[in-house]
C-alpha cells in the first residue's frame, strides 16, 4: 500500500503562483507512477500531471508551460508548482500513486491509480 499525503494550495488571484506538495511512503516498492489530479465543483475528476518510475513526465494540454511536477523517487516526495494559474485551474487536487505497470501513466488517467490522498483546495479568483 501507499500512503500519500498532500500539503500547500490555498487561494490566489488570476495570474499568481501555488504549490502543492504530497509525501508519500510505500511498504512494497516504489509507485511507478505518481500524479496530481483535480477535480472542480460539479465537474468530474481529472489528470493534471504525471510522472513514471523511468522519470517520464506528462501534462494535459491546458497546463503545459504554467504547471511543473517534480519530484518521485527523491525522498518520495512529488511536488507541484503552478504558476500563471486561471479561475478554471480551481478545485480540489489530489495526489495519487499506482504501484503496477501499464499506459495510463502516461494518458494521465485515473484508472491505473490505486491509492489517493485527501487533497488540498486550490482556489482562483478573477
Known amino acids: 500500500a501507499v500512503d500519500l499525503e498532500e500539503s500547500g494550495g490555498g487561494s490566489v488571484e488570476e495570474g499568481g503562483s501555488l504549490s502543492l506538495t504530497c509525501l508519500y511512503s510505500?511498504?512494497?516498492?516504489?509507485?511507478?507512477?505518481v500524479g496530481w489530479f483535480r477535480q472542480a465543483p460539479g465537474k468530474g475528476r481529472e489528470g493534471v500531471a504525471t510522472?513514471?518510475?523511468?522519470?517520464?513526465?506528462t501534462y494535459i494540454d491546458s497546463v503545459k508551460g504554467r504547471f511543473t511536477i517534480s519530484g518521485h523517487n527523491i525522498e518520495n516526495t512529488l511536488t507541484l508548482q503552478m504558476d500563471s494559474l486561471r479561475p478554471e485551474d480551481a478545485g480540489m487536487y489530489y495526489c495519487?500513486?499506482?504501484?503496477?505497470?501499464?499506459?495510463?501513466?502516461?494518458?494521465?488517467?485515473?484508472?491505473?491509480?490505486?491509492?489517493w490522498g485527501k487533497g488540498r483546495l486550490v482556489t482562483v479568483s478573477s
Open positions: 495519487a500513486a499506482g504501484l503496477s505497470s501499464g499506459p495510463y501513466c502516461k494518458a494521465v488517467t485515473d484508472r491505473g491509480m490505486e491509492y
Open positions: 510505500s511498504d512494497t516498492y516504489s509507485p511507478f507512477c
Open positions: 510522472i513514471r518510475r523511468d522519470g517520464d513526465l
